[in-house]
C-alpha cells in the first residue's frame, strides 16, 4: 500500500496566522446548463483499502472524509495552497475584538438543510457546544482554547477564547462541520452515531450506498446557485491500488488521489485528457530523537542533513512525484514567500557530503577502516523507522540509508507495522523516525507542531506532534507571539526566526515535500484546482477541501 | 454413541481453545485500535479526543485479565461481538454480514466446482490406471496446485482482464451497479467472479486429484470391485456407483473443512481481485488493528470449521459404519 | 559389516527409484539446482541485488539478463539472492515440522490411552484453527518479521496435518508381529520406535517433509507478497511485493513480477512433484503399473469369469 492519508486532519496543536480576510470566489467556468439529461457521472478513485461502511458522522475521523465540505459545511473555507485565504461559506463575515479573544460571526441567511429546514446560528452554537460536551467529537481540539460559543441576536454567534487565537481561526472556521440540531438533539450517542443518511447544507446529498460504491446526487435546492451541478457522483472503494490505478489509467475515473508509478506512460499517455499535479503541503521528516544519543548531539544532526542527497531520494523513492525539502522547513512552492533569504543561504543546495563529514570530524569522529565514522570507541550507527504499511516510505528509507553509509554513518533501515510505528514514534522509542505532519495553511503550523515544546511529552507518554521532543523556551515564546499578531509582515519576521532555528540546531531533518496526490482527466468536466488557480487542496481524501472542490467542478458542455 | 459424546467433546474443547486464543491475541498487540484509528488518519493526536475515543472503544478499563476473560466469553456466547474500530461505528455483526454473502457465492461455489472437477479426474485417472489421461492431467494439476496462487491471480487479471479487455478487472460487481436481485445484476456479479473463480478452481483441483486417485486406487484393487468386475457390470456403473463413492469418504473430511474454510474467504484471491469478502476484511481487521473484527472473524471461521467436520463425521459414520467403531 | 552399506544401500535405492520414476527425477533435479544457488548465490550474480545504482526500468540486455527495477535494482541478481529465503524456509520449515509431526504422532500412537487422547486433541484443534489468518496476525504483531520467526510461525502452524497422518499409520503397525516380538524381548521403547517403528514408515515421513516445505513455500511467500515478511530482504515474495507496489506488470516490467512468481512455482513444483512420486513409495499400491499389464490382468480377470 502506498501512503496515502486517509482525510480527517486532526491537529491538536493549531494556529493560524492568515493575513487576510479578502473574500475571493475562486473564479470557475461559467455557468453552464445543468440541466442536461445525459451528463455522465462523475467518478472518483480513491483507494482506501477498505469497503464503505456507509457511516457518514462528519466527527467521527473514519467517516468524515465523506461527508465533510460535500454534505455538511464549515464557516469558512481556508485554502492551505494560498496560504490561508478564506473563503466565507456558511458564515458571511467574521471579526476579531477583545485584543483577539473574542470572534464574531455573521451566519448566512436563506440556507436550508437538505431536509427543508431552515438552518441558522443556532446549529452553530449547537454544534460546538455538542463538541464541548463529548470531547471524543473534538478531533481538532479547538475546546482546548475556546472557553464559550453563544448565540448573539438572530443572526450572530460570538466565540470568546481563553488566549489570543489568531491561529484557532483555522480550526473552528475552517474544520469544523457544522450539523443540524433538530437531528442531532435527539441521538443519544453521537460518537457512535452512524449518521446514514446524513442533512447538511452542503451541494452533494448522499444518494446510495454499497459497501462497494457510494454514490452521491446533487443538491437541487443548494444555496449556491450555479454551483454543485454534477449530477452525479461515484466512489467505488478500492481494495488495491492497482486495480484502482488502471480503473483511473483507461478513464473510467476522471478525478484520482493515486500514487501511480512511472504515471507519465502508465497514466497521462493512455488516455487524451488524463493530466495531473502534485501540490507539496507539509515536509516529509526524519525525526531525531534528541532524548537519546548520538542525536542529542547537534553535530550529528547537521551531519545527517547534510548527507541527504535529497533530490537522488526523491527520484528513487517516490519517483520525483514528492520534491525534495529544504532544512529551512518551508514547503516551495506553496510557501515560498515565507523562505527567509539567510537560511537559504545558509544551507546552500543542502546537499554537501564533505561538510557532513567535517563536521563530524570537528566533533570529535573519526573514520574508522570499515568506512563508518566512530567516537570514544563507538561507531555511529543508527536505526531508521518507518510506517512498514507505506512501501514509497519504505524505499524512501533504503535510500536515505544509501547515502548516510556513503558518508559513513552506519545506517540501519526498520519496517514495523503501522501501529507499532505511531506507537513508537509518539512515545518516543526510537533514533531517527520517518514521518509526517499535518502542516496547516502557513508554515507556523508546521513549525509548532514539530517545535512547541507543549506538543511534546515525557518519554514513554504519546506526545502529540513534537515527537523528537525539542524544547525551548526562547522558541516556544516565539511561537506564542504569533498567536496574538495579525500582521503578516510580523507573521512573516517571526517564521524567519523559526527557520534560524531550523538551520542551526536542526531539531528535525525535512527531507521530502508531502504533497496532495491529484489526477484528473479534462475531456467531461472541468474546473479542478490548478497550480495557476490553485483554490482548495485536490487530494479526495482532503477535508472539506475536496467538497469544496467538487461544488466548483462542471461538466464540459 | 461413544462415537458421538467424542466427537461432540472435541467440538467443544476445539471452540474454547479458539475463544481463548481470539481473547489473548489482541493483548499480545502492541499499541491500540485508537491510536492506530489516529495513526490512519495523519498521525496526530489530540490526546483528549484520544482518550475519549478509548473510552469509546472500551478500552483502557482497570478490570484484571480474568474478569475480562469470563466477560469476554459471556458476551460472545451471547452473541454480542462488539463494535468494529475500522468501520467505526458499525457493529462487528453488520460489517460481516455486508461481507458474507461474497465469500459464500465466489470462494463456496468455486470449492465446490474444484472438489467436483478434482475428483472426477481422480476417479477416472485411477480407473485408467496409467492411461494418457493418468500420465498427464493429475501431475499437471499438481504442479499447478504448487504455484502461489495470488500470482497466478495476478497474471489472470493482467493477461484477461488489462491485456485482452475480456474481463473486469476489480469488485464483485460493477462499481455503480445497484444491488438487487435481478437477471442483469446476476450477470454483471457472474462476470466479475470468473476471474477469481478461475484462479481458486484451477489451483485447488490438483490436491483433489491426488486423494481421490489414491483412495481410488486402493479401493478398485478391493475384493469387491474385482467382483462386480467378474459380474460384467458397465464399467461406468462399477466407476462411479461401487468404487467412486467408497473412495470418495476419505475425501470428505478434507472437503468439509475446506467448506468450513469458505468463510476466510481466499484471503488473498479477494485481496488480489479487490473482491468484497471476508478474507478481504480480515487481512484489513488485522493491518487496522481492528480487534473485534479479526475476533468475530475468528471465531465465525472456526465454528465454520467444527461444524463442517461434524457433519462430515456424521455424513461418513452413516455411509461407513466401519468408522464408527474405529473412532 | 561396513558402516557405509547402509547408507550405500540407500544411495542405491534413491537412483533406482529416480531413474524409474521421471516426476521424482525432474523434481530432484529442479531442486537440486535451486538449492545450490541458494547456498552459493554469489557465483552466479555479481550484482549486489540491493544496490540502487543502474537506470531504473531498464530492459533486458547482457547487463542486465531480466531488466532492472524501478528503483535500479538488477532483476536478475534479485532473483538469484532471494532463492536463499525461499528455499531454506522450505528445507528448515519441512525439517521442523517433520520432527514435529513425528514427535507426536507416533508418541500417540506408541502409547495409547489418555495421552494418546490428549495428543490427538491438541492435534485435532491445531488442525481447524485458520492457519493463514493466524499467521498473518502473529507477523503483524512483531515489529519486522525475521527468518527465523517466520519459521516458528510456519513449524506452529504446519506440523498438524502431518502429524494425524503419521498416527494413523503408527496405529496400524503397532500391533503387528515384529513390533510385538520386539516388546516382548524387552526392549525398550526407544529402541522399538527408533528401529522398528519408524523405518517402514520412512516413506509417508518424507512425503510429509515434501508437504509441509510445498505449505512453507507457498505460506512465506504470500506472507512476503502482502508485505509482512522483512520488505527490506531480498525473497522471492518481497519481489512481488515490490513489484506488485510499483506495477511492474503494467509499467512495462513484466519480467520483475514474472520471475520471482516463476521462480517460486518452480520451486513449489519440483517439490509437489517429488511429492507425487513418494506417495507411490509409500503406498505401494500407487506404483505405476504398464497399461500393458494392466490390461493383461483384466482380461484374466475377464476369462476366469
Redesign the interface.
Known sequence: MRKKFKGGLLAAAFVFVASTSAIAIPSVVSVSSAGAATQVPLNLANEQGELWSCAFNPFVPTSSPYSVGLTYETLDFVDSLQSGKVTPWLATGYAWSNSNKTLTFTIRPGVKWSDGKAFSAADVVYTFNLLKKDTALDTNAVWSVLSSVTAKGSNQVVMNFSTSAVPYFYYVAGQVPIVPEHIWKSIKNPVTYVDSAPVGTGGYVMSHCTPQNIQWTSNKSYWQKGKAVVQTVNMPAFLSNNTCNEYLATGQSQWGSQFIPNIKSYYVAKKAGNSYWFPPVANVTLFPNLKVAPLNDVAVREAISYALNRSTISTKGEYGYEPPASQDGVVSPTFSSWASSAAVSKLGTGYNPSKAKSVLEADGYKMGSNGFFSKNGKELKLSIITNGGYSDWVATEQVMAQELGKVGIDANPETPSATTFASDVYTGNYQLAYDVESGGPTPYYEMRQWLFSKNSAPEGKAAATNWERFSSPAVDTLLNSYGSTTSAATQHSIVSQLENVMVTQFPVIPVLEEVDWFQFNSKDFTGYPSASNPYAQPGLYNEPDWGYVLDNIKPVS | MRFLVRRLGFLLVALWAALTLNFFIPRLMPGNPAESMMARFRGHVNPAALHALEVAFGIGGHQSLVTAYFEYLGNTLRGNLGISTSYFPLSVTSVILKALPWSLGLVGLSTVVGFLIGTAVGAIAAWRRGGKMDSVLPPTFIVISAFPYFWVGLLAIWLFAVTLNWFPILGGYSETAVEQWSWPFAGDVLTHAILPAFTIVITSIGGWILTMRNNMITVVAEDYVKMARAKGLKNQRILWQYAGRNAMLPSLTGFAMSLGFVISGAILVEYVFNYPGLGFMLLQAVQTEDYPLMQALFLLITVAVLLAIFVSDIVTAILDPRTRVRA | MSRLRPLTRALLGAWRFLRRDK?ALVGSIILLVLLVVATFPSWFAHDNP???IYT??AGLSWHHLLGTT???QDVYSQLIYGARQSVFIALIVGAFCTVVSVAVGITAAYSGGLIDDTLS?VT??V????T???I??IT??V??ASFWLLVAVLVFTGWSYGARQLRVQALSLRNRDYLLAARARGESSWYVITVELIPPMTSLIVANFLSAA?YAV?AA??LQ???LG???TESWGTM???A????A????L?LW??AP?LA??LL??A???L??AF?EVA?P??R????KK?KKR?RK??A??
Open positions: 516426476k540491493a544496490a540502487e531504473p526500468g524501478s528503483f535500479g486433541l485435532d484443534v488442525l481447524v484453527i485458520p493463514f489468518p493466524l498473518i496476525v503483524a504483531y515489529k519486522s510445498l507457498l511467500s504470500a507478497f502482502i508485505g522483512n520488505i527490506n512481488l511485493y515490490w506488485e507496489n510499483n506495477e506488470l503494467q509499467t512495462g513484466p513480477a514474472l512468481g517460486i512455482a513449489g513444483s517439490l509437489a512433484l511429492n507425487y506417495d503406498n499400491a500407487l505405476p503399473v504398464s497399461v494392466m483384466m480377470l475377464g476366469s469369469a
